[in-house]
């Protein structure tokens, strides 16, 4: 799918051509066929093939009236969204917590993992990536961090993290970054 619908542009393209020359082809046969046929017969065929013509007129009007080609800005945002959550965040329940506005837990969780790199039972480049997954969550989520959290951030942030910030910010509605963050949820639950 990397041609994010270039592909199917043209096939659609090509699908509704040889729908009109198919339709036209119909009505130069009929013609051609009229003297073989009954009046009755020609007259039905050809309100038919009209009717058609018809609905194919007012198919190609929906299509015309927007963008005749299935890839638009939006896609071009989903796609660079996509990518820049599924970089920046590995964590399954992290991108769950934050698709579904939770911040709470989001801090409960972030506290749990203190406690576990103390006692040893988590490591610290693990214990790294999932602070910065959750701080990088709750500041999306508009949530105040602390000095020590933000100094953290950037002292820590990847690429990644960085552009899933710079990709939700030039998004403007975190409602759409919530939807896509649920979508990378159910990926990563399969």
Known sequence: MASRGTTETS??????????DRLMQQL????ECREELDADEYEETKKETLEQLSEFNDSLKKIMSGDMTLVD???GMQLAIQAAISQAFKTPEVI??????QPRQLRTRLAEMDRDLMV????????TQQ???ILTALRKLGEKLTGEDEMFLSTNAGTALSQFERVS?????GDKVFAL?????EKAKQ
């Open 11 to 20: 096939k659609l393209k090509q699908n509704l051509e040889e729908q009109l």
């Open 28 to 31: 130069q046969d009929l013609e």
């Open 73 to 75: 800005e939006l896609s």
């Open 96 to 101: 769950r917590m934050f698709a579904k506005k």
């Open 120 to 127: 040893g039972k988590l490591p610290r480049d693990l214990y």
């Open 131 to 133: 602070k910065l997954e």
């Open 169 to 173: 910010t030039d998004l403007g509605s």
């Open 181 to 185: 963050a649920s979508v990378e949820v």
